[in-house]
């Protein structure tokens, strides 16, 4: 699933490619829960608008135009937004990872999962939205519309101050593990960057959120956002679906201290990194460095 990181990646990488162009045609698949604006509405309405800029929230990327109108884009599970002439395995659904040389590797082919494309007004690539699952979503906002997703997402964890983070655990009679994953505190945080920042400020997942200190905020909200912004450097995390722009697979996940390694030796201690079920979701911790 593309978290706060795959997902910079794609705003770094497309913001730059779309940017004071203009619309002249949108291609869709046929209506359904992928699309929160009906697709003829899509069509009609974005036609001759020019693209202002890509920004992120979260895991929100909001395409704004001179209009004052803005496209919600949100990837879902398996969503893959990129430019034409990308080149990648993945989009090519294969499941063996040979290593092609990049001319060996042949552009992408347009199929029954590519829901939504943008043509431009000149001969430039076009933007292509895939998506396997259909988890994805696609909304048209009018000027000054505030989609209410958007408008109950907290800090975005890049800018989150631990501060903030600290109050937010005062109030919460919960684990600590879920409040980091609660988009209303801390806007963009998924699974894999909740369970490294716990690790590596040394606090539990399943600590009591009250019980954790001003002190373990601070080391919590550093970690989080040196991880993210790691992961952002190299190009996102691959365990999932997720593609770059590029049609790079990132390189993350090699990095990983304790996500997905249970039953592995913890790095710094030796000891045996356990799994845990919290709010639903997997939690991994080494039970020597956090408590
Ligand atoms: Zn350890």
Excluded: W
Excluded at 15 to 29: A, D, K
């Amino acid at each position: 699933m593309p978290e706060l990181p795959e997902v910079e990646v794609v705003r770094r990488k497309l913001e730059p490619q779309l940017t004071g162009r203009t619309i002249r045609r949108i291609v869709t698949t046929e209506p359904s829960y992928f699309f929160l604006t009906s697709p003829g509405t899509l069509k009609r309405r974005l036609r001759g608008q020019t693209v202002r800029g890509l920004v992120r929230k979260g895991k929100y990327l909001s395409l704004e135009f001179d209009s004052g109108n803005t496209l919600l884009l949100h990837l879902g599970m398996t969503g893959q937004l990129f430019m034409s002439g990308a080149s990648s395995l993945r989009l090519l659904q294969s499941t063996a990872h040979v290593a092609l040389s990049p001319e060996a590797q042949p552009t992408f082919v347009t199929d029954k999962h590519t829901h939504f494309q943008m043509y431009f007004d000149d001969d430039r690539p076009h933007m292509l939205f895939r998506d396997v699952r259909k988890f994805g979503k696609v909304k048209l906002l009018g000027t000054g519309e505030i989609d209410p997703r958007i408008a109950k997402l907290g800090t975005d964890a890049l800018k989150a101050d631990p501060e903030a983070l600290f109050r937010a655990c005062k109030s919460r009679k919960t684990a600590i593990k879920n409040v980091l994953l609660d988009q209303s505190v801390l806007a963009g945080v998924g699974n894999i960057y909740a369970d490294e920042a716990l690790f590596a400020a040394g606090v539990r997942p399943t600590r009591r959120a009250p019980r954790v200190t001003r002190k373990e905020c601070g080391r919590l909200i550093a970690a989080l956002q040196r991880i993210l912004l790691r992961s952002i450097e190299t190009g996102g995390s691959s365990i999932s679906d997720f593609v770059n722009p590029d049609g790079e697979d990132g390189k993350f996940q090699d990095e990983r201290r304790v996500y997905a390694r249970t039953g592995e030796p913890c790095c710094s201690c030796s000891e045996t990194i356990k799994r845990l079920v919290i709010g639903q979701r997997s939690s991994h911790f080494c039970p020597h460095c956090q408590s």
